[in-house]
Every structure is written in C-alpha cells, then in structure tokens.
C-alpha cells in the first residue's frame, strides 16, 4: 500500500477558510475511487514561515490506483485550490510505501 502525503502550509489569515474548503476537499479526492481512507493532521512544529501546517495522507489501493489517480484526477482536483489559495498557501507531495504495520495489544 502507498500513502500519497499532501503537506500543505497555509497562512493565517486564511486558516479558517482553508479548513473548512480542505474537509470538502478530502472527500471528492477519495470519491475518485482511488483511495481508501485519508487523514488529516496538524504538524505540530511550528514553521519559521508562519501559519499552520497539515499533512493529508490519503492511502491509496495500489501504486496503479495511485498512477490512475495522478492520470485522470490530480490535475482538475488542484485547481479550485490553486485558484483560491494561490498565494497564500505552500504545498509539497511526497509518496510513502507502507513497510509494516504494529498495534498495541494489550491482554
């Protein structure tokens, strides 16, 4: 499985606004039937640039459902985001490949 990781800076007199079109957002990426689940988190270290940092992870089927996403997808999901957060916000994606999973069992 393959994690397609979207990091994504965005300054604060945004914030609000980006969150809320974010949530929307998260789940016409998954209804492109691509991936299975996505998270949303906060980094919690702060930036020297300012503003407020997320990672959305969205765990992909496979490396073909992934490549079928950035085929038929990628590029018309960004735009409304470009458009309207343009130059206020600051994104990077990277590809993680899950080696293993552990949990916790406690008995």
């Known amino acids: 499985m393959i994690i397609y990781n979207v990091t994504v800076n965005i300054d604060e007199s945004i914030h609000d ?3 809320v079109w974010i949530k929307a957002h998260i789940p016409q990426v998954l209804g492109t039937g ?3 689940k996505a998270t949303l988190t906060k980094v ?3 930036e020297e640039m300012g503003g407020e940092t997320y990672s959305i992870q969205y765990r992909s089927y496979s490396r073909e459902a992934l490549d079928a996403y950035y085929r038929e ?3 018309k999901l ?3 985001g470009l458009k309207k957060f343009r130059d206020k916000m600051l994104a ?5 490949q899950i080696v293993d999973e552990y949990t916790v069992n406690f008995k």
């Open 92 to 96: 990077f994606r990277t590809e993680l």
């Open 17 to 19: 606004e980006w969150l």
């Open 73 to 75: 997808d990628a590029e």
């Open 44 to 46: 919690l270290v702060e």
């Open 34 to 36: 691509k991936f299975e």
């Open 78 to 80: 960004r735009v409304e």
